[in-house]
């Protein structure tokens, strides 16, 4: 993308002025002129991001009829409409780069875009939709909030806005854990449970470890991330436990344990190649997952005509 402004300097020029814009951590914003391979990064990651928001709408939506109470079941039905909202500024913010939401989505149908790998595992008890709230969101903070600070201006924007939502998305996760532990045997026994199916999942989040990570360096190099997924990965582990002690759930490694030298917990090595499976389309819920989404945007697309032609209505009235 190049601004009318700098067009004529000159590629090494243009290049010089983006390389200082990022080492003086000044915003990109639209109209900038940016190398390619930082424009398809972005559109990579972002669109990425808002597949899982709409696709991770799914295990949650799972359990909407079948909330315990109304107050948990608005609760829900809010957290889930969120997630729909953080979708729509993420599709809003990769527009800025050139690319069609319509485009994104068929790739994502097509398996040529990825969504995360944490929404390809099933929701069992209500005590998942606390365990996500607690864990999977809690990655999701501590993921997203340096992203706040990514060098994209539109991305960076959208994130301030997706971050504080977040918050209280783990918050009525842990209330919601905190009174089933403070309920009957089975309900205790249910959250247990849930923390052991999610825990190793939810570490996963954060992608492989940095050794095999191709994109994290040059990522970092344009601030696009701001740390690497193992360092997000340990911060989520000491940022964790103390919450797993004050709930009272046991989180299911043995390697777990406080290194005062390194002043943080060691914990043991998640399954990488389970993620690799997950990733490439062969984890528990891959195809339902997909199928739904598509399923959706066939049965969405009465609206998607509908507002399309009270777009050229309202058009042709104004001119
Ligand atoms: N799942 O070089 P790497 C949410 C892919 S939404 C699937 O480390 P990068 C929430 C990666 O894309 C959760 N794929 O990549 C929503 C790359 O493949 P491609 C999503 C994964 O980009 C609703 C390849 O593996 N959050 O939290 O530097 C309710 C190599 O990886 C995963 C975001 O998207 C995975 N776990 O780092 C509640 C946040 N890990 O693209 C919560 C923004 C890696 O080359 N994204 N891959 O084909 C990021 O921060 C980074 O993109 C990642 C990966 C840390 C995910």
């Avoid at 909202?85 to 398996?111: N, W």
């Avoid at 539109?154 to 089933?180: D, N, W």
């Avoid at 998640?270 to 945007?297: F, M, Y």
Wanted: glycine share 6%; with cysteine; net charge neutral.
């Amino acid at each position: 993308m190049t601004s009318t402004v700098e067009r004529p300097l000159g590629e090494e020029k243009l290049q010089r002025h983006f390389d200082d814009r990022i080492a003086h951590d000044q915003r990109i914003e639209p109209r900038d002129w940016m190398p390619e391979g930082y424009r398809k990064t972005l559109v990579r990651q972002i669109a990425q991001h808002a597949h899982s928001e709409i696709i991770g709408m799914q295990p949650e939506g799972n359990w909407l009829t079948r909330a315990p109470s109304l107050r948990r079941k608005a609760i829900l039905l809010a957290k889930v409409q969120d997630e729909a909202g953080h979708g729509l500024y993420l599709y809003s913010a990769a527009e800025t780069l050139g690319v069609d939401r319509s485009e994104l989505t068929e790739k994502l149908l097509q398996r040529k875009q990825k969504y995360s790998s944490i929404f390809n595992y099933p929701t069992l008890t209500f005590a998942d939709i606390g365990v996500i709230g607690w864990l999977v969101d809690g990655a999701a903070i501590c993921n997203q909030v340096p992203l706040c600070r990514s060098s994209y201006g539109p991305y960076a924007r959208a994130m301030v806005r997706i971050c504080k939502e977040e918050s209280f998305h783990q918050r009525q996760g842990y209330e919601l854990l905190m009174t089933m532990m403070r309920g009957t045997e089975e309900q205790q026994r249910m959250v247990q449970d849930a923390t052991d199916r999610w825990w190793w999942p939810s570490l996963m989040m954060f992608g492989p470890p940095d050794g095999d990570s191709p994109n994290t360096q040059q990522s970092m190099a344009w601030r696009i991330k701001r740390h690497t997924n193992d360092e997000l990965r340990q911060k989520f582990v000491d940022m964790t436990v103390p919450q797993a002690e004050a709930l009272g759930v046991a989180l299911p490694d043995p390697a777990l344990r406080w290194n005062a030298e390194r002043g943080h917990y060691d914990f043991g090595e998640p399954d990488w190649t389970e993620l690799k499976q997950v990733i490439s389309g062969r984890g528990p819920c891959n195809e339902q997952r997909i199928a739904r989404r598509r399923a959706a945007h066939e049965e969405g697309q009465w609206v998607r005509d509908a507002a399309a032609a009270h777009a050229r209505k309202t058009r042709g009235r104004t001119s």
